[in-house]
Nanobody, 125 residues
Framework: QVQLVETGGGSVQPGGSLRLSCTAY????????MGWFRQAPEKEREGVAH???????KYADSVKGRFTISQDIARKKLYLQMNSLESEDAGMYYC???????????????????WGQGTQVTVPS
């Protein structure tokens, strides 16, 4: 089994930065794709970014140029560097993984089978 644990959430003023981390525990050898999702109150969970084992990435349009997804495979860690944060970026951020390559055309929650418990990001408006 694989367990995903997110850390790094918090409260930051608009324009500020946060770095989220996700650590994978357990049998992670056949995980080929990891991603970040977020969910604001009363809204659907939406894809933020994903990264393939080979390092190829995809971002939601709303975060392009501001967020960067990266990974340290040896340490089983996934990161999300978030810069120029806006109030619309607030929500619960979830780490996710799947045992196949990322779907190149989209970042969809239905494509991911492994999920963390989330870490809260607050950006006061």
């Amino acid at each position: 089994q694989v367990q995903l644990v997110e850390t790094g959430g918090g409260s930051v003023q608009p324009g500020g930065s946060l770095r989220l981390s996700c650590t994978a525990y357990g049998l992670t050898d056949n995980i080929d794709c990891m991603g970040w999702f977020r969910q604001a109150p009363e809204k659907e969970r939406e894809g933020v970014a994903h990264i393939n084992y080979d390092g190829t990435t995809k971002y939601a349009d709303s975060v392009k140029g501001r967020f960067t997804i990266s990974q340290d495979i040896a340490r089983k860690k996934l990161y999300l560097q978030m810069n120029s944060l806006e109030s619309e970026d607030a929500g619960m951020y979830y780490c996710a993984a799947r045992r196949w390559a990322c779907v190149s055309s989209a970042i969809r929650k239905i494509d991911f089978t492994l999920w963390g418990q989330g870490t809260q990001v607050t950006v006061p408006s």
